[in-house]
């Protein structure tokens, strides 16, 4: 598969990003008190009518409760998603199907997207199903078994030797062609509507939360936690649960690498940033600047960030797989940023800021199975 060159100014791009050591700790409890418009209800009805379409398991863990030491604690288990080990078929599946609707003719179209791992695997599985073509640009550090399988789709795929944020520039470059589409999963002033669709696709995943804590008997969440890269899951969390108009809002709290913590610092400068990234075996997490479309709702409407270690994350993958749950190292941050903030040192503190009670229910996504992204590099 071919590789492109490091464009001439990526050193210069690369000097300018933030690169200090990564806080471990966010809070901003005023967050509960935020709100914003909904997801459109019809993506669900999209979800619902995909072949293959059912909700993914949401599994409980009294175990893991009494360890993080609330009342219930579940985990919303994306390791098999309309035939993929990850959640990002959802929005994928969504934005193509608004894109298709929305483009004159009927030829055949290449869509272009950048990944690192999971993203571009659903648009590859996504335009092949439709019967169009995708070219998918990855970043270094991905799993050689996730570049594989998004060539096993039938994607072209182009390697890039740099980190995400390069292999956006080169998707981006790539899809000024005349018969292609950008279809990517960050935004950038002048580029929103698209990536605005991938994070109303996401909407589904905690509509069926929603369903699955009611059949639980747990009632709403307390607390949520999500892995973050660029954002758009987070954006989404935000959106659904900010949404609300009756009762208390949950916590939401994002979860990113140590060392590729763009929201986070972000978040601590109150205005969005670009920082260094390095290697992590969380390798769907490893951006460095959030999404401008998903930036107001993470600093708005988040009440936490925290971070987190490679191995904190393997030791949490390690904890869900004894519970028969397959996760890989960005499915699993969640666990590892739960015990981060809600254990050890100053966890008391933490806990207060999160609003948590001893009976709290409290949520983990796992957005991704060990299949997607092997520990271990």
Known sequence: ????????????????????????????PAARGWSCEPAPADVRAFHASLSGYGHTPLTELPE????????????????????????????????????????????????????????GRAVARTAGLLGHRAHVFVADGVHPGAVAAIAGEGARVTEVPGVYDDAVRAAEAAAAAPDAVLV????????????GWIAEGYSTLFAEVDAQLTAAGAG??????VPVGVGSLAQAAVTHYRSRRSGAGAALLSVEPENAAGVLHSLLAGRPLTVATGATTMAGLNCGTPSSLAWPCLRDGLDAAVTVTDAASASAAGALAAHGIS???????????????????????????????????VVALSTEGADANPHGG
């Open 327 to 361: 996760s890989g190292p960005c499915g699993a941050a969640s666990l590892a940023g739960l015990r981060a903030a809600l254990t050890g040192g100053g966890a008391g503190e933490r806990r207060t800021e999160l609003g948590l009670a001893p009976d709290a229910v």
């Open 1 to 28: 598969m071919p590789k492109i060159a490091a464009a001439a100014s990526a050193a210069a791009r690369a000097s300018a990003r933030t690169s200090v050591r990564t806080p471990f700790w966010y809070a901003r």
């Open 220 to 225: 709403a969440p307390s607390l949520v936690a």
């Open 64 to 119: 893991v409760a009494a360890e993080l030491g609330v009342g219930r604690f579940f985990v919303k288990d994306e390791s098999s998603r309309l035939g993929l080990p990850a959640f990002k078929a959802l929005g994928a599946s969504w934005a193509v199907h608004r894109v298709l609707a929305g483009a004159q003719g009927s030829a055949p179209i290449q869509l272009v997207t950048a990944t690192d791992g999971n993203h």
């Open 184 to 195: 990517q999963d960050t935004a950038w002033p002048g580029y929103e509507e698209i990536p």
